[in-house]
């Protein structure tokens, strides 16, 4: 099989397009997830919450699966064959949960069929961050410079194409048919992406040529030599530590939304849409116009941001904007949006910034260690956040103390402002490297 990727006039654009495509598609069957364990389940926040991170565990093997990437090739390739792998095992674990009996569903069931899914998402994503870095080190062909902003620019755009498609289908599909139905769906559309990609030839993307006899072991001792790299340690350690510091409250909010509120599942549908159409104008107005601002100034100012939405979620708890004429949906739409966007928004300038500062031949690695940072980062924060919303006493009935829960986030994100100096400034990123 020949997949349009490959015969296109640009056929790294097209699997990287249909790959981050895909990958923000999968708020589908997510926005699915939560409403099957609250509703299906009847989990409580707190456990919601405490899955919702666990299942996120694989996520934090994004190293070793770039070092295997890097350094095993599979039939002469070592990036098309990992994103097969991981459709297909995203396609199985989504179509398992589709056809489970009622019988056979239980929290033990549905959360092992979850890792496996985030395993194969996590397999898939390295393969494609590491192509995007490939790519990025070329010549673009309008400029002299680097292609590197470029192609994030693109990727980022067809993630939030697929998630703004993704949430606005979701958020009604949610209403009118089942979780499993949505999450059979999901599992066909893998499917579909696994047929086209095992019909790609790696040859044919025109990646810059590699040893395919590297070694594990001597992958890993690239990688530690990389992280060694100052420039590349602070960044990466700020950004780990700036999710980290900060307890994540989505769980409770979520129920805060559906069972307090009483908000329809299309209102947070369309919310997450308005928030997939911000960070696709950010990717355009990035590429365009920002590309030259220190990312330490960008990052510093999205964090600022963060922390004043999450005063104004607990305004807005505090039914102050609801005194104020704004109904609660409105805001929800809106702010609510814009604030569950902005703890990835700040990736965009970050992941420019580690594009030029990783050398060649470790780019698989070193984007799955910041990836893993990341998904680790997000999980420790999960965890915070359970362990705030119980010391303050918010309980799926209770939600007296969320204003104050929120109040204390927003302290904790404002901190890394402090820190964000510790960023390097990429315009002198081209030295650094030859370090």
Known sequence: MVSSASGSKNPVKGLLGLGFWVQGFRCFPW?????????????????????????????VG??????????????????????????????????AIAVLSRSNISIFSVTLYLLLSNLGASIAEVANDAIVAEVGKQPSKSTKSSASGEIQSFVWAAASA??????????????????QVMFLCFGLILAVQFLVTIGVRESSLNLPRSSSDVGIRK?????????????????????????????ALTGTMFFYQTQYLKVNSSVLGISKVFGQVAM??????????????????????IQATMAAFMV????????????????????????????????????????????????PGCEGSLMAFVASAIALSLIVSGYLGVALASCVGVS????????????????????????????????????????
């Not at 904007?321 to 902005?342: H, K, Q, T």
């Open 280 to 301: 696709l104008l950010w990717s355009i107005i990035y590429n365009r116009q920002l590309k030259s601002v220190p990312a330490w100034k960008l990052i510093a100012a």
């Open 396 to 435: 799926g009935n209770d939600f007296s103390g969320f204003p104050m829960a929120l109040l204390i986030q927003a302290i904790c994100t404002l901190v890394p402002v402090y820190w964000s100096s510790r960023i390097p400034d990429d315009r002198t990123s081209s030295s650094d490297k030859e370090e």
């Open 31 to 59: 926005l699915a997830v939560n409403f099957f364990l609250k509703d299906g389940l009847r989990v409580d926040p707190s456990t919601l919450q405490l899955l919702q991170n666990s299942v996120n565990l694989p996520m």
């Open 219 to 247: 992958q890993f001792s690239q990688l530690s030599v990389v992280l060694r790299n100052s420039k590349i340690a602070h960044s990466i350690t700020w950004l780990a530590a700036s999710y980290t510091i900060s307890p």
């Open 162 to 179: 697929g998630g703004v498609l993704g949430n606005l289908v979701g958020g009604i599909a949610v209403t009118s048919y089942s979780p």
């Open 312 to 359: 104004s979620d607990a305004l807005f708890v505090k039914g102050i904007y609801r005194n104020m004429g704004v109904p609660d949906p409105v805001y929800i739409v809106v702010f609510s949006g814009l604030s569950e966007v902005l703890f990835m928004v700040k990736i965009l300038p970050f992941m420019v910034l580690m594009t030029q500062l990783c050398p």
């Open 62 to 95: 994004k190293p070793l699966y770039g070092v295997i990437s890097d350094a095993v090739y599979i039939r002469c390739q070592h990036r098309i064959p990992y994103i097969a792998i991981g459709a297909f095992l995203q396609a199985f674990s989504w179509l």
